[in-house]
């Protein structure tokens, strides 16, 4: 009885997408065009969008120019956005803008062509080109449509972007440090802080930027120390001066505490070298 039970259950989907498949091949084999459109915007409707796009895309020359193609246009590239091919979706908004610039749905258009470059933003490790292009989208959506209703939610993707752009930075930094590129590490930290100065975590890249120009000083030749640790004072006085009630600042203060001290070691060396 549950084997029966079973193939039942196995059976009946099996059905009904047989039978999908087969009224849709009907529609497909139709030469009455407002019959096929009637039947894609329903497969729309029902979210069958692989059936309606392959509909759509027959009709497209149709109905071009016609009172039908606007709305034809602008389910056709929700079909693509819906089954997540966002680069067709990206460039079908962008020609449904193109050919329909005075649209009542141009906002939404707009937002939505935008919000496709945010959907290809890939994994932070990775290129981040869309993302740049997510938050220049997005701006320029917020700067052409600033009363909309989406303007809040565009701006939250733009800070959903720069917080990937920021962690790829900094894993870029960590790594030169990890590696020993401690020159190379206190530029990137430094960079990470001009880049994003609202960032939460400012802080820390001012302490890893005064940290890598120690290890960088310290692993430096002789003639070039002093103006290295020289260095590191100074990233410890713009710390202070920006983050003067940080919690890690007492931190850098060690390491400048270091580097005066290894000054001062430097030129009793030479002054006692020159008066030998």
């Known amino acids: 009885m549950k084997l029966k039970t079973i193939l039942v259950l196995l059976i009946i989907p099996f ?5 999908c498949s087969n009224q849709f091949t009907k529609v497909l084999k139709s030469t009455d065009y407002e019959y096929k ?5 329903e497969y729309f409707t029902n979210k069958k969008y692989r059936f309606a796009q392959q509909l759509y895309e027959e009709l497209f ?10 709305d034809l246009y602008y389910k056709y590239a929700y079909c693509a956005y819906y089954q997540k091919n966002y680069a067709d979706a990206e460039n079908l908004f962008q020609g449904f803008l193109g050919v329909f610039p005075n649209s009542s749905r141009a906002q939404e258009i707009a937002y939505m062509h935008a919000l496709t470059f945010y959907k290809q933003s890939p994994n932070v490790q990775l290129d ?3 993302t740049h292009k ?15 209703e989406r303007v809040a939610d565009a701006n939250k993707i733009i800070e959903q972007c ?3 752009l920021e962690e790829k930075d900094y894993l870029a930094a960590k790594l030169y440090f990890n590696l020993q590129m401690y020159q190379a590490a206190g530029i990137a ?30 692993l430096s030749v002789a003639d070039k120390q002093e103006e290295r640790y020289a260095k590191v004072t100074s990233e410890y006085f713009d710390f202070a001066d920006r983050y003067p009630q940080s919690s890690l ?6 390491y400048k505490n270091l580097s005066q001290n290894n000054i001062k070691t430097i030129k009793n060396e030479q002054t006692k070298a020159s008066t030998e």
Do not use: C, H, W
């Not at 997510?134 to 909309?148: E, H, K, L, V």
């Open 189 to 218: 930290f430094s960079n990470l802080i001009n880049a994003y100065p609202e960032s939460s975590k400012g802080d820390s890249y001012m302490l890893m930027a005064v940290k890598s120009f120690y290890e960088f000083a310290k």
């Open 15 to 19: 059905m009904m997408l047989t039978g």
């Open 249 to 254: 600042l007492k931190e850098a203060e060690e």
């Open 37 to 41: 459109l009637k039947k894609a915007d």
């Open 162 to 164: 720069r917080a990937k």
């Open 128 to 130: 981040q080109t869309n």
């Open 61 to 70: 020359p149709v109905f071009k120019g016609s009172d039908k193609f606007e």
């Open 134 to 148: 997510a938050i220049g989208m997005m701006q320029g959506f917020i700067n052409t449509y600033p009363n909309s």
